[in-house]
């Protein structure tokens, strides 16, 4: 079974451009989330969904968007980039939104913002 | 508010001895909890994991960790440590109540000397 793919891998974007950022869960998996990792502040929740819809949210600002499709893909959209945002960003899957299910993450998206 | 320590942010330990990671966290729930690790430039494996029952887990590559809820904590262990360990581990807390979001430790970075 396929582990959670994430594209693109690396990127490399301008100051004030926009990035889009995509995830395809493991199979069956429908909870998708985002997080952010820079060394540092470490591991940060951005957001979660389930079935298309939003369920939480970390404190990132507005310009951190995310969607998730009817097939659990999900997609997160970081506008007006700045310099901090660069960073990796690791995309997990889980079975449901309920407790107790393994968390898995891809590969991740190394982002530069220049 | 929820938080996990890593106390400890390098450890370097000789080829065949054993090690402990010590995770300490804070949470205002029943929390499950998480180990991965991660290599240079990779994403987080998951090493092993506690939701409830027994307190001592088994998980990948020889690793176990004990759940000890009287002192908050959930150490990870391996008895004899091999050079392929060398990585950065993280642990993590989940609870039912806060969905799929992960509280991350800043993790602990392992060297492994010959």
């Known amino acids: 079974k396929a582990g959670v793919t994430q594209t693109p891998r690396y990127l490399i974007k301008t100051r004030g451009q926009q990035v889009t950022l995509s995830c395809s869960p493991i199979s069956g998996h429908r909870s998708v989330s985002w997080y952010q990792q820079t060394p540092g502040q470490g591991l940060q929740f951005l957001f979660e969904?389930?079935?298309?819809?939003?369920?939480n949210k970390g404190n990132f600002p507005g310009r951190f968007s995310g969607r998730q499709f009817s097939n659990s893909r999900s997609e997160m959209n970081v506008s007006t980039l700045e310099l901090g945002d660069s960073a990796l960003y690791l995309c997990?899957?889980?079975?449901?939104?309920?407790?107790?299910?393994?968390?898995?993450f891809g590969e991740g998206s190394w982002l530069t913002v220049v | 508010a929820q938080s996990v320590t890593q106390p400890d942010i390098h450890i370097t330990v000789s080829e065949g001895a054993s090690l402990e990671l010590r995770c300490n966290y804070s949470y205002g729930a029943t929390p499950y909890l998480f180990w991965y690790v991660q290599s240079p430039g990779q994403g987080l494996q998951l090493l092993l994991k506690y939701f409830s029952g027994d307190t001592l887990v088994q998980g990948i590559k020889g690793f176990e960790a004990e759940f000890k809820r009287s002192q908050s904590s959930f150490n990870l262990r391996k008895p004899s440590v091999h050079w392929s360990d060398a990585a950065e581990y993280f642990c993590?807390?989940?609870?039912?109540?806060?969905?799929?979001?992960?509280?991350f430790g800043a993790g602990t970075i392992l060297r492994v000397k010959s």
């Open positions: 969904y389930f079935s298309e819809t939003q369920r």
């Open positions: 997990a899957s889980r079975a449901d939104s309920g407790s107790g299910n393994t968390i898995y």
């Open positions: 993590a807390v989940g609870a039912a109540e806060y969905g799929n979001k992960l509280v």
